[in-house]
């Protein structure tokens, strides 16, 4: 099907719910451990064509400035122009245009992530938790999604070298989401 096609299509908008939702990182540390921290602040709609599923338009931001690791001194100096610079680069966002690959519960969503000011694109191994009715009335829909990127791609390039060998910071990066989102 066209994109002209899925445009005449019933459109619906979905909001993500920040309450119910998590964007969580995992990055190897000194070689040998992982380090895992997520991010608070999460914004964004995602438009559905409910006849065809193939196509939705998504668009997320999150406040780089809401890192955390459980570790403050290191969320710190990831907030710090060493890392996610917050001052100049305060929002992570995600865009998606194109049609998504699959049927069913589990698809591949194809999007442009920003980070850093750098963008690049990336492919969203997603699935399709559930859809409901909450006790007030709103219609919920549930998504998973992983992905893995090169933090290197996006210019996040500080690194310690080990005295043994290797660095102190990993650069792949493990992304998962977990979103809620509540139909406008």
């Known amino acids: 099907m066209?994109?002209?096609a899925a445009a005449t299509h019933a459109r619906t908008t979905w909001t993500i719910d920040p309450a119910h939702s998590l964007i969580e990182f995992a990055v190897r540390h000194l070689m040998i451990t992982t380090v895992k921290g997520r991010f608070a602040g999460v914004e964004g709609t995602v438009q559905l064509d409910e006849a065809?599923?193939?196509?939705?338009d998504v668009d997320?931001?999150?406040d780089a400035a809401?890192?955390?690791?459980?570790?403050?001194?290191?969320?710190?100096?990831?907030r710090s122009a060493d890392f996610f610079d917050v001052e100049r680069?305060?929002?992570?966002t995600f865009t998606a245009k194109r049609p998504i690959a699959g049927r069913g519960g589990a698809f591949t969503l194809a999007g442009d992530l920003t980070v850093h000011g750098v963008t690049k694109p990336v492919v969203l191994?997603?699935?399709e938790e559930g859809r409901g009715k909450d006790p007030w009335g709103g219609?919920?829909?549930?998504?998973?999604?992983t992905t893995k990127i090169k933090?290197?791609?996006?210019?996040?390039t500080w690194n310690q070298a080990l005295e043994a060998g290797g660095v102190l910071v990993g650069d792949e990066i493990k992304i998962s989401l977990d979103l809620e989102l509540l139909k406008s």
Do not use: C, K, W, Y
Request: negative net charge; proline residues 7%; hydrophobic residues 40%.
């Open 52 to 56: 065809d599923p193939a196509f939705a």
């Open 139 to 145: 219609e919920r829909l549930g998504f998973s999604a």
């Open 66 to 78: 809401t890192i955390d690791t459980r570790e403050p001194q290191r969320d710190t100096h990831l």
């Open 151 to 156: 933090r290197s791609e996006f210019g996040l």
């Open 60 to 62: 997320v931001r999150i």
């Open 2 to 4: 066209s994109t002209a």
């Open 89 to 92: 680069f305060p929002h992570i």
């Open 125 to 127: 191994a997603v699935n």
